[in-house]
Nanobody, 117 residues
Framework: QVQLVESGGGLVQAGGSLRLSCAASGRIFSSNVMGWYRQAPGKQRELVATITSGGSTNYADSVKGRFTISRDNAKNTVSLQMNSLKSEDTAVYYC???????????WGQGTQVTVSS
């Protein structure tokens, strides 16, 4: 089975930066989509950004121009560089991978990001 482990969460001041990383292990096929989602208290989990194995990216409108997603296919890792952080970015951030050949979706345990104003 696939396991995802996030790291890099923490407390940061508004306007600051933070970098999240996620390491995937297990049976990861070459054709996959990795991404980051977040869930704030009282809100539904939402898409932050995704990136395909070919490097195509997709971002939520709320983070465009501020966040950058990247991946290392050889290591099966995905990162999220978060700049110009706002208080509304406060949430638990979850790493995600979808294995295209099976349609399976896996989630990490989440890492807390708190932006102080």
């Amino acid at each position: 089975q696939v396991q995802l482990v996030e790291s890099g969460g923490g407390l940061v001041q508004a306007g600051g930066s933070l970098r999240l990383s996620c390491a995937a292990s297990g049976r990861i096929f070459s054709s996959n989509v990795m991404g980051w989602y977040r869930q704030a208290p009282g809100k539904q989990r939402e898409l932050v950004a995704t990136i395909t194995s070919g490097g195509s990216t997709n971002y939520a409108d709320s983070v465009k121009g501020r966040f950058t997603i990247s991946r290392d296919n050889a290591k099966n890792t995905v990162s999220l560089q978060m700049n110009s952080l706002k208080s509304e970015d406060t949430a638990v951030y979850y790493c995600n991978v979808k294995i295209s050949v099976y349609g399976y979706i896996y989630w990490g345990q989440g890492t807390q990001v708190t932006v102080s104003s």
